[in-house]
């Protein structure tokens, strides 16, 4: 059993009581039993201070610290360390701290706190065995009562099956996860209601030949204010708290109760002259203006952002399109982005910033919403970034624990940047900044332009309508959730390629709306212009194994180049970025779309392009979506997300289908 150290000044302090409760964590038993938890577990924790659940560390194994005092207001939490190998965690400011210590030895802390307005710090020291742990779960955390929580196991060793892994509820109040959890690295659960603040643990176990291997993984669940039920509550399931990522900028007090908080309400959103565009404050931005303007649940998250801005903007396009934004919200729970025209923010997913496996581990690893969608379609239309007959980017399996290279996600993230920003400058062009009332309400001045003359997507819908009804319909049933028609679930893909193909629309997802029609026509020529980026579309069938391959029945590359599609993207393309003085040259310019071979598989359509020499080409055929020498994977597309704007009609809230 691992030693516990505690100074004289630690025994000495009446407030801190070391809770020492062994759950057999990285040893070995016989077995355990897989629990969906729907048992009553009785708290396991009744005194205060600093508790440690786990205290048998060894190397690589998650180390969690929580200060626990249930009863009592906590602020101005800061934690440090004090001694031993120099450790990363990123919660510095949260009831709990988790982090995984690399080599053995002494680690000690401090936690400075506020308790019942009065300034307490407490310490603590963890003493790490030079074992290596075989099986590990992370991340050990707060969350409020109501949060989504998801925890993965990660093995250490290629004999141990994952097929073999058992997840457990051990102590706390009951939980029921999501689904099974029986062979399952992730597993996920609404994280339940508290009086008090309450630890959870759950353990997780894996076997290989010989033994099964365990490891605990502790959740303190914080009591919140309950979320109301009225409709006109903006948000009705709980968010993650966030905190301004410069604490003394000039929003700081009203950033997160006007763009993310459980209390915002519809009716009493806030106005312009409480948190304006940033283009109200200066039409020529600095990055600390707009880092001024930043939400974060972690504080990586904002420094992660602050770096792209500082390496990847030389255009000045991000700083720019940012003008008609009020903030930039980063958060652990945003699955997927999205910009709110109701708060004026775009909302970003962190999966697209971090860098290193710690960073990644703070990030819920929920799925996006939409991912079942569609699933009893009869086809499928992936889609890529593609530069030099090669996927421009790149995925990391997690349980590989990788550290991320910065250039791996420019492309996605910028592509990603691009389009949310669209959305921004759709519903607040520059032509309108100089008209907008600083009395008003956000929402008001979106709901007038909307009943008066239309947004730019509108407008655009009007002036270059798209025509395809079935597509419209199949978007519905893929991106919202709609159900189909039996017609529709046997459409084949020669059908939707009869459909798709001679359309004005470079992707499928054009179709969900008219403000992604409007985005999608943007980011596509932003990609192209500024980083030679291209993106494939295509039509496949829908493989019912994992043995299938995805068969190309049409598809294109650099479909923005289509005389019928050029238009489009010059119309939004001057609305949203008017100083892309090039922009205009650069779209008569662009290439006609090139096909790919009907017949081949996806992968084999990755080397089309006519400009890469024949050893270049034979290599790009040997990726196939294999994984390289850098642990990455070749990444297909993801779709971004628009959050409706909610409209009055007969004193009842709906959201507007666009």
């Known amino acids: 059993m691992k030693k516990i150290q505690m100074t004289k000044k630690n025994i000495l302090h009446t407030l801190l009581i070391l809770t020492m409760i062994l759950q057999g964590c990285g040893g070995s038993s016989d077995s355990s039993d897989d629990n969906n938890n729907n048992n009553d577990f009785t708290p396991i924790v009744t005194q205060t201070g600093i508790i440690a659940i786990d205290e048998a560390s060894k190397i690589a194994q998650p180390v969690e610290l929580f200060l626990y005092y249930p009863n009592d207001t906590l602020s101005n939490i800061t934690w440090q360390q004090t001694a031993g190998s120099e450790l990363i965690f990123h919660a510095k400011n949260s009831k709990a701290i988790a982090f995984t210590p690399p080599t053995a030895g002494d680690y000690s802390f401090q936690v400075s706190f506020n308790r019942n307005g009065t300034n307490e710090t407490l310490s603590h ?19 409020l009562e109501g949060s989504d929580v998801s925890l993965s ?30 062979g399952k690295t992730t597993v996920f659960f609404n994280a339940p209601a508290v009086s008090a603040d309450s630890l959870l643990t759950f353990t997780v176990s894996a076997s290989d030949d010989a033994s099964r291997y365990q490891d605990t993984v502790t959740i303190l669940v914080e009591n919140a204010t309950a979320i109301s039920t009225d409709d006109n509550i903006a ?75 500082q390496n990847n903007d030389q255009h000045g396009d991000f700083k720019n399109l940012l003008r008609a934004t009020t903030a930039i919200v980063i958060s652990s729970d945003i699955r997927p982005s999205y910009y709110w025209a109701v708060t004026g923010a775009i909302h970003l997913d962190p999966n697209n910033l971090w860098l290193t496996p710690d960073e990644r581990d703070t990030i819920n690893q929920a799925p996006d919403f939409r991912s079942s969608f569609g699933q009893t379609l009869n086809f499928f239309m992936p889609w890529r970034f593609v530069k030099n007959n090669q996927y421009a980017s790149f995925s990391y399996p997690k ?63 009007t002036a270059m309508p ?42 499928f997802y054009n179709y969900s709306s008219k403000r992604e029609d409007y985005a999608m026509l943007f980011d596509a020529i932003m990609m192209k212009a500024r980083y030679n980026v291209d993106r494939d579309i295509a039509i496949t069938n829908l493989p019912q194994s994992a043995n299938e391959e995805y068969r190309v029945t049409w598809g294109q590359r650099g479909r923005i180049g289509d005389p019928n599609i050029k238009p489009r993207v010059d119309y939004v393309t001057r609305r949203i970025l008017p100083e892309f003085d ?73 959201y507007l289908d666009f």
Not at 130 to 143: I, K, P
Not at 155 to 177: C, D, H, K, M, R
């Open 235 to 309: 948000y009705d399931t709980r968010l993650a708290n966030v905190l301004p990522f410069n604490a003394n900028s000039p929003y700081a007090s009203v950033l997160s109760q006007c763009v993310y908080s459980n209390s915002i309400d519809f009716r009493t959103t806030c106005r312009f002259n409480e948190l304006p565009l940033i283009a109200h404050d200066t039409t020529t931005p600095d990055i600390d203006d707009i880092m001024d303007r930043v939400l974060v649940s972690h504080h990586w998250m904002g420094r992660r952002f602050k770096e792209f801005l």
């Open 125 to 143: 020291t963890v003493v790490v065995s030079d074992e290596s742990n075989q099986v590990s779960a992370r991340l050990g955390h707060a969350a």
């Open 466 to 507: 798209l025509n395809g009804t079935q597509m419209y319909r199949l978007a519905q049933i893929r991106y919202n959730g709609e159900t189909a028609t039996d017609t529709e679930n046997n459409y084949s893909p020669s059908d939707v390629t009869t459909f798709f193909s001679p359309e004005h629309a470079p992707h």
């Open 582 to 654: 090039e922009a205009a040259e650069i779209i008569s310019n662009l290439s006609a779309p090139i096909a790919m071979m009907s017949g081949k598989t996806w992968a084999e359509n990755l080397a089309i392009s006519p400009t890469v020499s024949q050893a270049h080409k034979a290599s790009a055929d040997n990726l196939l979506l294999k994984e390289n020498n850098n642990q990455r994977i070749n990444a297909n597309g993801k779709q971004f997300f628009e959050k409706k704007v909610p409209v009055r009609e007969r004193k009842k809230l709906f």
């Open 153 to 182: 196991a990660y093995l250490e060793n290629s004999t141990i099956s994952s097929e073999s892994i058992q997840w457990q509820q051990t102590s706390g109040p009951a939980v029921t996860f999501s689904e099974s959890t029986a």
């Open 399 to 461: 349980e590989l624990r990788s550290t991320r290279d910065a250039d791996d996600g420019i492309y996605q993230l910028a592509a990603l940047m691009y389009h949310e920003l669209a959305h921004a400058n759709d519903y607040f062009p520059q032509s309108t900044w100089a008209n907008l009332t600083k009395t008003d309400r956000i929402l008001d001045s979106v709901d007038q332009r909307q009943q008066g003359t239309g947004i730019e997507s509108d407008k655009l819908s």
